[in-house]
Structures are given as C-alpha cells and as structure tokens.
C-alpha cells in the first residue's frame, strides 16, 4: 500500500500543496509549529476513521475558511486508487473513492489503512484504560468495518441511556423506561465485546513475537482483556450477565448518571512473565511493549489484507533510544513499508539509513523536498 502523491487545500496551515512521496521512507523535517503533524494528520485521515489526534472535522479547516480538501493517490492491492476527501461548513464531508461518493468515510479502510505512531502511544502502558481502548478498537476497527459500527452504535446507546440516568435522578423518568434502554444496550454490548476478545486474541501472538525478538529475551508478554462484569466461557449467557451487572448496579448509576459497566469501561490488561507491567516493568521495557503492539497493529493487518498498512511516526524518534530505534526502521525498511516520520533534526538517523530515504521540509505551512 502507498501514497503516490497528496494535495491538500487549505487543510489546517496548508494554503495548497501538491507533493509526489516516496514509496519508502519519507522523512518531514522542520521547526516547531511549521506543519509536520498536521501532514501526518492528513494521511491518516484518508483511512476514513477520523482525524488520529481526535480533531473534529471542523477543527481542520483552515483558519477562516469555509471548506478543505484532500486529494491522494496511490496504490493499493495492486490497484491504483484515487481519494478526494472534501469537507465544507455547508455540506459537511464528502468522501469518494476512485469516483464513487461513499455513505460512510469508513469505507475508505477498503482501499488505505493507516497506522500511527506517536509518544502517546509510548505511554500507553502506564496510560489510562481510556488509551489502551482506544488502542484496541482503533487497531481491530480498521480490519472491520463492522467492529467500528457495533461500536458506534453501543456508544450512541450509551450516551442516550446516560441521559435517561440523569432524568431518573431527577425524578422525570421510570425504571421501566431504563429497563427498555437495558435490552437495547445489551446485544450490542455483548457485540462489541465478542468481537474485541477475538480481535485481541489475533493481536495477542504476534505482539508476543514481536516482544521477544525487541528484547532478546526470556521475557514473555500477555495481553488479557479485563471486562466489567464476569465473562461465562459459555457466550450464550453474556447478554443476561451483562442486564444482571447493570440491575446490580443500577443505584450507583443513577446517583452518578453514568452507566458504569459494559465495554466502555473495561481495560486491556499486560503482563510480562506474569506481572503487571503497568505496575512492574521499568520504563524501558514498557516502551518496548509499547512498540511490540504497535507493530503487532502493522502485523495484525498484514495478515488481514496479505499487504502492509502505511506508517506515520509522529515525533516517536526522538523518544527512542538509537537502539530501538534502529530497530523499528529496520523492521519497517525490510518488510518494504511507506512510512512517515516527522523529527525537528536529522541527527536521529544514520548517514547510511538518510541515503535509503527521501527528505521533505516543511515549513509554515509549505512543504518541498530536500536533500540535506
Ligand atoms: N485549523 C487550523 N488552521 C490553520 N492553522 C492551524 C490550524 N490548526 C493548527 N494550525 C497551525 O498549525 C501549526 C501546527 O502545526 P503542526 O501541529 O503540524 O506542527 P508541527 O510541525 O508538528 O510542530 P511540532 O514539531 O511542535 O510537533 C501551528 O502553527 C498552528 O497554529
Ligand atoms: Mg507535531
């Protein structure tokens, strides 16, 4: 999968660009402030999952401007692909694919998967539950579609029966009205919770191959997925489990006027050689972990497609110790990935490695390749 070339009009500071990319690794150097992340932004964004640093589309426009839009082409499965990615005060956002306007800008995941690197990432094992969610339904939604839907729709669910909470608490609703809500959320909790655990269970091998060749060693990493409520191994009760967790608590919910079981608020949990690492590993195998289910994420979605997704690293670099370093441009260089990297100094790479790449400079908003 690659970029060939992207056109950004007037997308955040870009006023318009127009740039070729290699298919290698590209390196976007430049100051603070000057656009680099803002770049990447727009690469993501062509997976048709929303702006990765969770900007809302209208946060991307340029400054007192009524539309932006991006148009990219590359290859993908083999095939060429075209992308016009439009958004407009007035008609919203307007995706096409080679032409066709799609319902969804979701559907684009079928031609570009985009995966991105940045120091939060670093700390997602000390994160909070929150980014280690957000890890996981990212990685597993970009596979599928319908993943991304069934949690949509829980989410949507969940927003409207936290209302209702509210207006129980104030008298202004019954508990029949809750029960109701409890039979809707249940199937698409249930949903979202099967396919996240099968998802997991695919991610799991590889970030633990991926952990023991970064380390070397005898240490042996395990994701496991810690629910909110009891997980039967007989799935068949998990719907009735969930209605019975929610009745436990349904006091609580309605004092805090928020829904407090359910797939919103569970966490991925990870052990190396069987103790916790958030509270046990020292901070450089946590970034390790960090890295390995990362790579796992590129891996997860090689063996979904037979085709590597396009890597954006986003100031990660500096954040990494030559060793690690090396390590992760090697992995990308040899499994012939299109990568870009952001850095404010070329000092973080190798003479040897800059020959194997192309350079970009970006400053205020303008972009131009370089070669120094
Ligand atoms: N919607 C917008 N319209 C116009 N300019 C914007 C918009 N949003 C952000 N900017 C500007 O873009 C610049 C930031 O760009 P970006 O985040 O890409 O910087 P960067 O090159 O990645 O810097 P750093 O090295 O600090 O991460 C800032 O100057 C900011 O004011
Ligand atoms: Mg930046």
Redesign the pocket.
């Known amino acids: 999968m690659e970029i060939k070339s992207i056109e950004l009009v007037q997308f ?2 870009y006023e318009h660009v127009e740039i070729p990319f290699h298919q290698g690794i590209n390196i976007l150097v ?1 100051p ?8 990447l932004e727009a690469i993501a964004l062509l997976n048709g999952k929303g702006s990765h640093r969770d900007a809302k589309d209208g ?5 007192q401007k009524d539309y932006y839009r991006i148009k990219a082409q590359g290859l993908s499965s083999q095939h060429p692909f075209q992308i016009d990615y439009l958004y407009s005060n007035e008609k919203r956002k307007k995706v096409q694919l080679n032409g066709r306007t799609l319902r969804r800008a979701y559907e684009l995941s079928e031609a570009v998967n985009t995966v991105v690197f940045s120091p939060e990432d670093l700390a997602l094992v000390k994160g909070s539950p929150e980014q280690r969610r957000r890890f996981v339904d990212r990685e597993i939604g970009q596979t599928s579609p319908a993943y991304s839907d069934a949690l949509q729709r829980y989410q949507k669910v969940i927003t409207q029966r936290n209302a209702l909470l509210r207006r129980l608490r104030q008298q202004e609703a019954s508990i029949t009205e809750l029960e109701l809500w409890d039979d809707q959320v249940a199937p698409l909790a249930v949903e979202v919770l099967k396919r996240r655990l099968d998802g997991i269970a695919k991610i799991a091998p590889y970030a633990r191959q991926i952990y023991q060749a970064l380390s070397e060693g005898k240490e042996e990493l395990e994701l496991t997925y810690r629910s909110s409520f009891p997980l039967h191994h007989d799935r068949s009760r998990w719907q009735n489990d969930y209605k019975k967790a929610l009745e436990e608590r349904r006091r609580e919910e309605i004092n805090r006027q928020i829904t407090l079981t359910g797939p919103h608020r569970d966490d991925l949990q990870l052990y190396l050689n069987q103790r916790e690492a958030k509270v046990y590993a020292s901070q450089g195998q946590q970034r390790s972990i960090a890295l390995s289910l990362k790579l796992a994420e590129i891996a997860f979605i090689y063996h979904f497609r037979r085709e590597y997704p396009i890597v954006l690293l986003d ?1 990660v670099m500096s954040e990494l110790d030559p060793n690690r370093r090396e390590q992760l441009l090697q992995y990308l260089h040899r499994r012939q990935i299109q990568v870009f990297i ?1 850095t ?1 100094h070329l000092r973080a790479f190798s003479k040897e490695r800059i020959k194997e790449m192309a350079l970009f400079r ?1 400053q205020e908003g303008r972009l131009w390749p370089t070669t120094e």
Not at 32 to 39: S, Y
């Open positions: 955040r500071n430049g603070n402030g000057q656009g680099k992340t803002n770049l946060d991307m426009l340029g400054w100031d952001t404010t970006v």
